[in-house]
């Protein structure tokens, strides 16, 4: 895929977003951006991520609260899919990951990523939030930051790796009371750079994030200040595979950093939800024509919504012109798709 196509850019001013549509081998197209909903209309602040559920929107707000627990709670939102808030939940803590269980429906609020994580499980039905649920090894500097879930399994990111043997991904032990974990990824372990096709790389997963799962069942994991996405194959098996990508500044040639989340997108017609943080707002990016699989990321530093050639890394940006873009979904659309859904 060459990255150096001739581009052609109309930019349109909404608000203080700057939308670039670019022509190229992607052909994408930005019909549309709206502010799906702002902190201040529920008196939080600092949304960041953001997690899907049958008809519904969850986002969690930060309000500054201290990431090892220390002090402060946040603000978790479930809203309709045309803005409406349907229930608010008040959680102890900073909930930096926010994911919905598919096999059971129950919201999994990870609590303090950088030391002394907790668990809360938000039941939607009954309007409850368990109370928070300790691992069986905690720390004061290291935490759990994001969940995914791949059919049976329960995978977990951990933060801040001091050494080569730290883990980065743990596979939950189900049925295990107080919360047991096994290491199935360790920081620099060797893959294959995607951008070189070189086998038996050290990744460098420094500041692990955001936990995804692809659309064909691998695990994405995300580092900031690396500016990379770890992609785990079969995980946990004795068949895994690790490869990686790291995405580059086109200005600079360089990583980018601030990296917190990436989708690829699943059909050629969709809405984007992104936690826009700085401007304590959650956008909702209406595109389509756009090729299926394309990646997409979050990246501060370039405070874009980014379009990620998976061949080379090389970033071209969507949107412009955001303050520290975190949580990041994409809902495909088809011809059917009407609006009927949205009150429910």
Do not use: C
Not at 28 to 54: E, H, K, M, W, Y
Not at 82 to 111: C, E
Not at 325 to 337: Q, R
């Amino acid at each position: 895929m060459n990255y150096l196509f001739a581009k052609k850019i109309s930019r349109i001013a909404i608000g203080s977003i700057l939308l670039t549509m670019a022509s190229s081998a992607f052909a994408q197209n930005v019909r549309r951006i709206t502010t799906f909903a702002t902190g201040t209309a529920v008196n939080a602040t600092g949304p960041d991520s953001i997690a899907l559920s049958r008809n519904s929107l969850w986002v969690s707000y930060t309000n500054g609260a201290d990431s090892t627990g220390l002090s402060g709670s946040s603000t978790i939102v479930q809203y309709k899919l045309n803005g409406g808030v349907r229930h608010t939940y008040s959680i102890s803590g900073s909930v930096d990951g926010l994911k919905v269980d598919p096999r059971t429906g129950r919201v999994w609020a990870l609590q303090n990523q950088d030391g002394n994580s907790t668990l809360s499980l938000i039941n939607p039905k009954a309007h409850s939030v368990s109370g928070p649920i300790p691992y069986a090894v905690t720390s004061a500097t290291q935490g759990y930051d994001d969940v995914a879930f791949r059919l049976d399994q329960v995978f977990l990111s951990y933060t801040n790796p001091a050494s080569p043997t730290d883990p980065i991904i743990q596979l939950l032990q189900n049925g295990s009371d107080p919360l047991v974990v096994t290491p199935i990824v360790f920081r620099g372990t060797n893959g294959t750079n995607l951008a070189t096709g070189q086998p038996n790389q050290p990744t460098s997963q420094n500041d692990p994030d955001s936990l995804k799962l692809t659309p064909t069942g691998d695990l994405m994991l995300s580092s900031g200040d690396d500016g990379q996405l770890l992609f785990v194959g079969q995980p946990g098996t004795p068949n895994q595979s690790v490869s990686f990508l790291t995405l580059l500044d086109p200005n600079t040639g360089l990583a980018v950093s601030g990296l917190d989340d990436a989708v690829f997108a699943t059909a050629r017609r969709g809405t984007f939800y992104l936690a826009d943080t700085g401007n304590n707002r959650v956008l909702k990016i209406e595109v389509d024509h756009v090729p299926v699989g394309s990646l997409f990321a979050s990246i501060s530093s370039l405070n874009e919504l980014a379009v990620v050639d998976i061949h080379t890394g090389l970033t071209t940006p969507l949107v412009s012109n955001l303050n520290g873009p975190h949580g990041l979904e994409f809902v495909p659309h088809t011809d059917d798709d009407d609006d009927q859904n949205d009150n429910k």
